[in-house]
């Protein structure tokens, strides 16, 4: 049975910084794309940023330079680094794996296991 769990949201206030972690378990985590989305309310989920299994990166435009994706594959383990954060990266954040091994895209095909979640909300 595969488990996603995300963990590290909460309150940060404009210009601050935070930390999200994902864990999983029950899948073979280096074979696969990981990424982070984020859906505020009213809005569909987007991509934030992805890292395939070789490590390389690609985030949207609005948090280039601001976040960092990172992976440990010994401790299945993938983070999202954010810095600078603004009141528009207020988000509920999950975590995902890819069945697909690249990041050339940022789309939502492929993923097939999903976190429940971490509300980050960024007050102005």
């Known amino acids: 049975q595969v488990q996603v769990v995300e963990s590290g949201g909460g309150l940060v206030q404009d210009g601050g910084s935070l930390r999200l972690s994902c864990t999983t378990s029950g899948l073979r985590f280096g074979d696969y794309a990981m990424s982070w989305f984020r859906q505020a309310p009213g809005k569909e989920r987007e991509a934030v940023a992805c890292?395939?299994?070789?490590?390389?990166?690609n985030y949207i435009g609005s948090v280039k330079g601001r976040f960092t994706i990172s992976r440990d594959n010994y401790q299945n383990t993938l983070s999202l680094q954010m810095n600078t954060l603004k009141p528009e990266d207020t988000a509920m954040y999950y975590c995902?794996?890819?069945?697909?091994?690249?990041?050339?895209?940022?789309?939502?095909?492929?993923?097939?296991?999903w976190g429940s979640g971490t509300q980050v909300t960024v007050s102005s």
């Open positions: 890292i395939s299994t070789t490590g390389m990166t």
């Open positions: 995902a794996a890819r069945t697909l091994t690249y990041c050339s895209d940022l789309s939502r095909s492929g993923y097939n296991y």
